[in-house]
């Protein structure tokens, strides 16, 4: 039997200069009273070590602290929560002998704290976007029995690329099925007043902190409700990140409406002061109708009035019967009378905005009515009177 060609098993089992199975580069980045921060390149990669302190690696709290945070991020996959490896013994610059390190992906941002610093004139649309990426993460950390419990601005890293939100350091993160270490924990600016007596944890606590967040972050009016509410006592706080998320959603809405109906209010404005203008054109020329046409209307309205009394006497329904004695009306010389003095009455009572020259010709074409009918009326009886 043949052995395999040497050169194609070096192949196999050889390493690639710029693809190292081990950690390289191996850089600290930053470090707190506990802990230590390296990043560090593996397979062309960057990734995030976090370690103990050297004074603190030998001790069973903090390594029970460490390997509490490890076994937390690996039960979490959330675009919103930093993405964890394992934990393993390295050799790192600052000691001779390895340390347990929790492997993590190295998030190339800045820290919400750095964010807000590095421009004062951040927008609103910005920080609700960054709110709803918060209450995203929060919402599925919570569904797995998980609170976190040191949230604050520099522990919510934004990617370079697109500014993602990923929750960063669970090292205070605890639930209810770890026994170990149930202390009051948290930084004290961010920290709800119960967690600072209160070791057990609760979701309540990160709604409290991330309220202090919002109060940060540059929002539209309508959060100063909601930041407000995130930040009442424990029992009347929101219960839940949904509860939450639905009284944003409710806020918007309210907001949305009325973001509408002012130009809708306005664009009804214009409309009627468009059409108030255009009835006031309209009555304008009315008006300027009716001044230039004051007479022939006037004289119209009176002959019109003039007809219906002249109707009302019933004698033109009648002018074959006048002609015969017995059927004689002995009130005709009252009823055509009575249509005369009409037309003095119109003149003078209903006329009073006429000068006397416009009464007087106005008078004097109802008359040339009355006259008519009277002659037509006098002509039919006038055989008859002795």
């Known amino acids: 039997m043949n052995r395999p060609d040497d050169s194609f098993s070096d192949f196999e089992t050889g390493t690639f200069e710029q693809l190292q199975r081990s950690f390289t580069d191996i850089q600290l980045i930053n470090q707190t009273h506990t802990h230590q921060l390296y990043r560090a390149k593996r397979f062309g990669r960057w990734y995030l070590l976090k370690a103990l302190q050297p004074e ?8 029970q602290m460490l390997l509490k945070e490890m076994e937390i991020l690996m039960r979490l996959q959330h675009p919103g929560i930093v993405g964890c490896l394992g934990i393993e013994r390295l050799r790192l610059p600052s000691s001779e002998e390895e340390a347990e390190c929790i492997v993590m992906e190295y998030i190339d941002g800045i820290n919400l704290k750095e964010w807000l610093a590095s421009s004062p004139h951040r927008t609103s ?33 934004l990617t370079r690329n697109g500014n993602f939100v990923k929750i960063i350091d669970f090292s205070l993160a605890d639930t209810d099925t770890h026994t170990i270490l149930k202390h009051p924990s948290g930084t004290a600016q961010y920290m709800s007043p119960e967690q600072k007596t209160a070791s057990t944890p609760d979701v309540r606590n990160d709604i409290y ?21 995130c930040l009442l006592p424990i029992d ?17 809405r309210r907001a949305d409406r009325r973001r509408w109906m002012i130009p809708l209010a306005v664009l009804v404005l214009v409309l009627l002061a468009g059409a108030a203008s255009i009835y006031k054109l309209d009555a304008d020329k009315r008006a300027m109708y009716l001044q230039l046409n004051r007479i022939p209307i006037a004289k ?23 002609t015969a004695w017995r059927y004689l009306d002995h009130r005709i010389n ?5 249509a005369n003095a009409f037309c003095y009455d119109y003149v003078e009572e209903q ?17 040339d009515r009355w006259q008519a009918w009277h002659d037509t009326i006098v002509h039919r009886v006038k055989p008859l009177i002795p």
């Open 56 to 63: 603190h690696r030998d001790s069973a709290v903090h390594q």
């Open 125 to 157: 649309r910005e920080g609700a976007e960054i709110v709803s990426q918060l209450l995203s993460a929060l919402a599925y950390l919570h569904a797995t029995g998980i609170t976190h419990r040191d949230l604050k601005p520099s522990n919510v890293m």
């Open 209 to 229: 902190s991330l309220g202090v967040i919002m109060k940060e972050l540059p929002l539209a009016d309508f959060w100063h409700r909601i930041t407000e509410h």
């Open 236 to 252: 009347q706080r929101y219960a839940s990140i949904e509860e939450l998320q639905d009284d944003i959603d409710r806020c918007k």
């Open 300 to 322: 119209e309205q009176g002959l019109k009035l003039l007809e219906k009394k002249i109707n009302a006497t019933g004698l033109n329904h009648h002018t074959d019967t006048l």
């Open 334 to 338: 009252e009823k055509i009378l009575d």
């Open 351 to 367: 006329l009073t905005d006429f000068n006397d020259t416009e009464r007087e010709e106005i008078l004097m074409t109802l008359l």
